[in-house]
């Protein structure tokens, strides 16, 4: 199973998943950038991941640090998908999952709400 696709286009993809996110979330998303990238090392299959220091974990020092960082792994995503419309699908529930979690939401009340 899986696709090919031009990382211009699953990029795109990516960009059109944020769009989904209500501004006034966007708006508060701080110091957080969003990476495609092949593969995570570390376990190959995963879909995303975000790295870094949640919005309600931080604290009056917070400060002076790099930003925290949403990976997407294009070539994990690819593998699991038959078509285009499902990559779709795994890219905007991998973003938002992401995104949640830089909101401080953890996996088992994400799992609850459905972005498992």
């Known amino acids: 199973m899986g696709i090919e696709m ?3 286009r699953f ?3 990516v960009s059109d998943a944020l769009d989904t996110i209500p501004a006034e979330l966007t708006a508060a998303m701080d110091n957080v950038v969003v990476l495609v990238a092949d593969r995570n090392e570390t376990d190959p299959e995963l879909l995303g ?3 870094g220091i949640a919005l309600t974990e931080r604290t ?3 400060g002076g640090v790099l ?3 949403i990976s997407v792994y294009q070539d994990a995503i690819l593998e ?3 078509d285009e419309d499902e990559v779709v699908h795994e890219v905007a529930v991998t973003v938002v999952h992401e995104v949640a979690h ?3 939401i953890d996996e088992e009340t994400l799992h609850e709400l459905g972005w498992g």
């Open 67 to 69: 930003p925290d960082r």
């Open 11 to 13: 990029e795109e993809l």
């Open 6 to 8: 031009t990382r211009r």
């Open 60 to 62: 009056s020092s917070y």
């Open 102 to 104: 830089h909101f401080g």
């Open 49 to 51: 991941l975000y790295e």
């Open 80 to 82: 699991i998908c038959a």
